[in-house]
């Protein structure tokens, strides 16, 4: 991977954070894409996690940042809007950073779980009445 002054940012955010393998995985799908961005792990301590969103809402190759514990109920008080499933479950794990510095978290977890179940062939209920 080539990283330019041109290059994109993708965090992942969490504490501890040292573990984590979804940089390599992220990297991956963006070098595979043709995208010109670099995910890269942030060890963001709780009371780290204001300044990071301040932050990042004034760094303009930023597009966003994966979040993992214990952020993603915390996060939610510090994004401009919450869809999807955000909304309902109070918990946030992808936030996207627009060219404004506007900040909108998402919840994948839910989602992705389905999917993976649907591609190792278990089918899910349909949901509530």
Known sequence: MRITGKTQIYGLIGDPIECTRTPEVYNAGFA????????MPLH??????????????GRQNLVGFGVTMPH?????????????PAVLCGAVNVVRRDSG???TGAQLDGPGFGWCLEKTGFSLPAGPP
């Open 32 to 39: 595979e894409r043709g995208l010109d961005i670099a995910a």
């Open 44 to 57: 963001i301590p709780r009371r780290g996690l204001p300044e990071l969103v301040a932050a990042a809402r």
């Open 72 to 84: 993603k109920e915390a996060v939610t008080a510090h994004v401009d809007e919450r869809i999807g």
């Open 101 to 103: 510095g506007r900040l």
